[in-house]
């Protein structure tokens, strides 16, 4: 489970600028920012919200898909 938090955190695309193509990661995009930059209206929010949808929705698929591996695994569970 961490190890999926922590891909998810630094592996979250998001784009570089509002008006650019090219996707960064949205921890490094969050920070530069939320610290760096004197704009107040995104701060981290514009790489902090990928970051914690993805998670989300990476925690429920992974609790609905660890009962069904775990099985496959051990079959003399499963009778």
Do not use: C, H, W
């Amino acid at each position: 489970m961490l190890l999926i938090l922590f891909l998810v955190t630094f592996f979250t695309p998001v784009t570089a600028y509002p008006d650019n193509p090219y996707l960064a990661p949205a921890f490094f995009v969050s920070l530069y920012e939320g610290i760096l930059l004197s704009n107040k209206d995104m701060g981290f929010q514009r790489g902090l919200a990928p970051i914690l949808a993805v998670s989300f929705i990476s925690i429920i698929f992974y609790s609905l898909i660890s009962p069904i591996l775990g099985r496959r695994k051990n079959p003399s569970l499963a009778k």
